[in-house]
């Protein structure tokens, strides 16, 4: 999963370059608490391929993120650790739907004794 991460974040800082004429070189990225290590890392990633981009991360849970969303933080990505949080984002079009991607998934898994 991890190795899809970097792959997901640069192509999300591409689609802003490309339709933003008036491109900053900085993105801010929201993220859920539970993707700090990956985030991170997708950081280092992202600003050794883009050299000229600041890439500054805030993490919480979920539903905080959200409201600062909603309270008008400036977010350029938002990765929420839920379908639910994104749900309400793209319902209250606080998100461009077309934006959206699911870029991890997780299975429950029982381990037993042989």
């Known amino acids: 999963m991890l190795n899809l991460l970097p792959t997901v974040l640069i192509v999300c800082v591409t689609i802003l370059m490309s339709i933003s004429s008036a491109f900053s070189g900085e993105i801010t990225v929201s993220a859920a608490a539970s993707l700090t290590n990956a985030f991170t890392e997708l950081k280092q990633a992202v600003e050794q391929k883009f ?64």
């Open 51 to 114: 050299p000229d981009m600041e890439v500054s991360l805030n993490f919480a849970a979920s539903t905080p993120l959200l409201q600062q969303i909603r309270a008008g933080a400036p977010v350029d990505v938002f990765a929420t650790a839920d379908q639910e949080t994104m749900d309400h984002a793209q319902e209250e079009l606080l998100i461009v739907p077309e934006s959206r991607v699911n870029f991890a998934a997780n299975s429950l898994v029982a381990i037993v004794p042989v």
